[in-house]
């Protein structure tokens, strides 16, 4: 089915680990970008996409990685996990500023 | 203070009833969205606006660029549109989003 598929859906991991998560669509979308969700804060934009190749950061950049190898993927890179990183992630696709966007099903991260 | 803010924060209707929900903005915009977000947490787009009024079944969607203002109508409420609904903003592919009103409908 075509839209944006979110890997994994859970994750528990331990303080200064390291994990990616995934995020692909196949809607040849061009813009690409990562949120997190947490209580009493809202949706946060992290890093975003305009194209492979190019990323640029967010609002909430710290402690986040990502590169855009190709259109279709879109991967975060959480380089030594930290407890407030504990939250709901979000990967999201658009065509262009000039549609709407698609929004991945969420990772639940809990770090420990 | 957020560049977006929505109210009511939360909202309890009837079924039948029709429901409003207010977005103000501060910042100059591209687009403005409106997101729905159910409580097993997934998130869909309802509608993306620049200008003037969209409809799509139930729901309405209105921006006053001048006003720095929008609004999201749901004409006779049911059950199945207790959601989040949440406003979000836009400017050079960056995306802001309001806390979210909560609208419960009860049969």
């Known amino acids: 089915n075509a839209g944006v598929t979110q890997t994994p859906k859970f994750q528990v991991l331990k303080t200064g680990q390291s994990m990616t998560l995934q995020c692909a669509q196949d809607?040849?979308?061009?813009?690409m970008s990562w949120y997190r969700q947490d209580p009493g804060m809202g949706l946060r934009l992290i890093h975003y996409?305009?194209?492979?190749?190019?990323?640029d950061q967010g609002e909430v950049p710290n402690g986040y990685n990502v590169s855009r190898s190709t259109t279709e993927d879109f991967p975060l890179r959480l380089l030594s996990a930290a407890p407030s990183q504990t939250s709901v992630y979000f990967c999201?696709?658009?065509?262009?500023?000039?549609?709407?966007?698609?929004f991945g099903s969420g990772t639940r991260l809990t770090v420990v | 203070k957020n560049e977006v803010e929505q109210s009511p924060q939360n909202l309890t209707a009837q079924e039948g009833e029709f429901i409003t929900i207010n977005c103000s903005y501060s910042?100059?915009?591209?687009?403005l969205h409106w997101l729905q977000q159910h409580p097993g947490g997934g998130i869909v787009s309802l509608f993306m606006?620049?200008?003037g009024k969209k409809k799509h079944g139930r729901l309405i969607a209105t921006i006053n660029i001048q006003e720095k203002h929008s609004s999201l109508h749901i004409t006779a409420s049911h059950p199945r549109d207790s959601a989040v609904y949440i406003c979000?903003?836009?400017?050079?592919?960056?995306?802001?989003f309001g806390a979210g009103t909560t609208v419960t409908v009860r049969a």
């Open positions: 999201a696709s658009s065509y262009s500023d000039r549609n709407g966007y698609t």
């Open positions: 809607m040849n979308h061009e813009y």
């Open positions: 996409s305009v194209g492979a190749g190019i990323t």
């Open positions: 910042v100059g915009i591209s687009a």
């Open positions: 606006l620049s200008s």
């Open positions: 979000a903003v836009e400017n050079d592919y960056k995306l802001s």
